[in-house]
């Protein structure tokens, strides 16, 4: 083999090899929605036990670029029952979990899911690795196993209100306003 030839084909390698990490997935609204969706027919399917898959860091419900995962809370308790990234709030009720704004965002989570099934849910949050809280949406998703109500989601950060609105028209959208006009 020519250098020549050797060089291209090693030049080749390099420029296939460095382009890997480009061609990852980013964290859309289209993306969580779709994970969403898949982690809940699992749960559905398997119950507790498809909590194993969710929480497996290499596994098809880590994505976008390691930012996105999925969590599971009780629908009814607020329990968090599984959490990928944050073990210390699985087995503890959340329902008094608020942000900043004291908006109290994992009943909205539940209220929303009791009365449409599924929505997004806009609050404040930190982004990982940091303290000071920036809006996130998530969107979540009721799923039910033998009776029992699970409440699926997964968020990101700097999508504003308009751009769900505008992928998906027909969507529920919670915030603070639409919790106290549920009331």
């Known amino acids: 083999m020519r250098k020549a030839d050797l060089f291209i084909m090693t030049l080749g390698l390099c420029l296939l090899t460095s382009g890997i990490g480009l061609a ?4 859309t609204v289209q993306l969580v929605k779709e994970k969403v969706y898949a982690a809940a027919k699992l749960v ?3 119950g507790e036990a498809a909590f194993a898959k969710l929480r497996d860091p290499k596994g098809e ?3 976008g670029g390691g930012d996105g995962y999925i969590w599971v809370h009780d629908a009814v308790t607020g329990v968090m029952l599984m959490h990928p990234t944050k073990a210390s709030m699985e087995g503890v009720n959340q329902l008094d979990l608020q942000d900043s704004s004291h908006f109290r965002f994992i009943v909205a989570m539940n209220q929303l899911t009791e009365k449409y099934k599924e929505g997004w849910v806009i609050y404040l949050w930190p982004k990982p690795g940091q303290t000071k809280e920036d809006p996130k949406i998530s969107f979540v998703k009721l799923a039910v196993k033998d009776g029992r109500k699970f409440v699926i989601g997964c968020g990101v950060y700097d999508i504003l209100k308009s751009d769900i609105a505008a992928a998906y028209p027909n969507d529920i959208i919670f915030d603070q306003d639409s919790v106290s006009q549920m009331d």
């Open 61 to 63: 419900f880590r994505f």
């Open 24 to 27: 990852q997935e980013k964290l």
């Open 44 to 46: 559905e399917q398997e």
